[in-house]
């Protein structure tokens, strides 16, 4: 049996898709979409297509009358799209062999070819221009007959197209150039939107994301947050970081033996330490900074988490509800779940601490999923989720059980997805976890972004190690 080796978003990639890439082989369809589909989600901007190899397959052998083109259409988004890069085959039937691919690029009613290996692929390259035409018109995009001056026949064969020195690169060829012109287009639209001082009506946002996941030692605040500082000192405001996490209670340490001890490091919202640091980081990088810390509000400690404005300002204060048995020594519960509105982002954001993510009290039944139904409820568009996670198997080093627990316990936001009846495209699920051992408890590490549309890991820590995690995530924005 194959053996599977990633799950991409919607591509499986197995041991031999892989092994193409390292030896003199022709890259199959898999191979290809993989790169396609990695592009999509790191480089490209939401109004470029890059489309599947077996999508291009079904267009040009399975389409056969116009609700079938609607219906393509439209699950291509074809109407929102600027550039759309097309690999080009050159086998002549659904299943057939295939020995040279190409790339066909589509943008203002025009169509070019590039093709390594001087034309080779120049008759099947009009054919799916012909198909896709066809499509076109099926989205509205132009009335057929070269009514916006499309047309197939005039397919311009680019003469200057790099070309190939063997007879097995032509897929590499074709993975450089989408890549080129995914990063080309983003160029001219940021170039045209920093001339215009305004959006272009790409509906469409890249979050640049930066998760600190390291090993705090218990009570040492100063000393931790010198660590932290070091760790981030490579970031700057050019990065366009959007929001850099920390983990519960980040800078104190967890298992403290007493409340007294707690209470030591205990803060008032907005004044302490914890949110100087914040707020200077915030202000350095312009971005939001959340970071878990104990606070104190007259006699009572919370287990909260400090939300902080690329201002500088105290913007959100969650409390964590569902206590676990660390915590029951000092802290008071939440009243609630908290979710808001980040205005600048203009993105909903659930934040959740911990034992918030777990039945209530591990009582409450499994499949009350009372964290991730609240998410649902609140149409969120970001889960932030600050913890200090442990178990028992401190000889593990997989993160994959932890992160798929995660995602088990936002099974109403997956469903809910999957089912087309959530109000939002998607939702990232952003987790900052600490590692390290304190009083003989274990961390986990395995901070992450899930995707939970498909649901998909989009990137994640390991077990063991100190990472500044840097992500970028993909939102396609709202209709």
């Given at each position: ?73 439209a699950?291509?988004?074809?109407t ?6 097309i690999p080009?085959?050159d ?17 203002d ?7 390594s ?31 916006t001056?499309?047309?197939t ?9 790099p ?28 170039h045209?939107?920093a001339e ?17 996941q ?5 009570g ?12 981030v ?11 850099l996490?920390?983990?519960?209670m ?9 409340k007294?001890?707690v209470?030591?490091?205990?803060e ?6 914890t949110f ?8 350095r990088?312009?971005?939001?900074v959340?970071?878990?810390?104990v ?6 400690l ?19 509800t ?38 209530d ?6 499949s ?7 998410v ?7 889960v ?27 099974s ?25 051992t ?21 990137a ?6 100190e990472?500044?995690?840097r992500?970028e ?7």
């Amino acid at each position: 049996m194959a053996r599977q080796v990633l799950n991409y978003h919607d591509v499986q990639l197995y041991e031999s898709d892989v092994a193409l890439f390292a030896g003199r082989e022709w890259l199959n369809d898999n191979a290809i979409n993989f790169y396609l589909q990695y592009l999509t989600q790191t480089v490209a901007l939401c109004n470029v297509l890059l489309m599947d190899p077996a999508v291009v397959s079904c267009l040009l052998h399975q389409c056969e009358d116009e609700d079938e083109y609607q219906d393509l259409a439209a699950g291509l988004d074809l109407t929102s799209r600027q550039l759309c890069i097309i690999p080009v085959t050159d086998n002549d039937a659904l299943g057939g062999d295939s020995s040279h691919w190409s790339l066909l690029l589509y943008s203002d009613g025009k169509f070019q070819h590039f093709d390594s290996s001087s034309g080779h692929n120049k008759h099947r390259a009009r054919r799916v221009a012909e198909s896709f035409e066809l499509l076109l018109q099926a989205a509205g995009k132009h009335d057929g007959d070269g009514a916006t001056g499309i047309n197939t026949r005039l397919v311009e064969e680019v003469q200057d197209a790099p070309q190939q020195q063997n007879g097995y690169d032509c897929g590499m060829y074709v993975l450089v150039l989408a890549e080129y012109f995914c990063h080309q287009h983003a160029d001219a639209q940021a170039h045209r939107e920093a001339e215009g001082g305004r959006r272009t009506n790409c509906n469409c946002f890249k979050y640049h994301i930066a998760i600190v996941q390291y090993d705090p030692q218990l009570g040492q605040v100063e000393r931790n947050m010198e660590h932290v500082d070091k760790m981030v000192a490579s970031l700057c405001e050019e990065d366009k970081i959007d929001v850099l996490m920390l983990s519960e209670m980040a800078f104190t340490g967890y298992v403290f033996k007493s409340k007294a001890d707690v209470a030591q490091v205990a803060e008032v919202a907005g004044q302490g330490k914890t949110f100087h640091w914040c707020q200077r980081q915030a202000r350095r990088l312009r971005c939001m900074v959340t970071c878990g810390y104990v606070e104190k509000e007259s006699e009572l400690l919370y287990n909260s988490m400090l939300v902080v404005s690329p201002d500088g300002e105290l913007v959100c204060n969650p409390r964590k509800t569902f206590l676990y048995e660390t915590d029951k020594s000092w802290a008071t519960a939440g009243d609630g779940f908290r979710t808001w509105h980040c205005p600048w982002l203009d993105k909903t954001i659930s934040f959740g601490i911990c034992m918030d993510i777990n039945p209530d009290d591990f009582k409450a039944p499994f499949s009350a999923y009372e964290f991730g139904t609240h998410v649902v409820e609140n149409k969120s568009d970001l889960v932030l989720f600050a913890c200090a996670w442990n178990d028992f198997e401190d000889h593990d080093i997989e993160s994959y059980p932890t992160l798929s627990y995660w995602a088990q316990r936002l099974s109403p936001v997956i469903d809910a997805l999957g089912k087309g009846e959530f109000a939002k495209p998607n939702c990232h699920f952003l987790c900052s976890n600490r590692i390290g051992t304190e009083n003989g408890t274990f961390f986990v590490g395995a901070s992450c972004v899930l995707s939970l549309k498909e649901p998909a890991v989009v990137a994640h820590a390991g077990r063991r190690t100190e990472e500044l995690l840097r992500v970028e995530i993909f939102d396609a924005g709202e209709e």
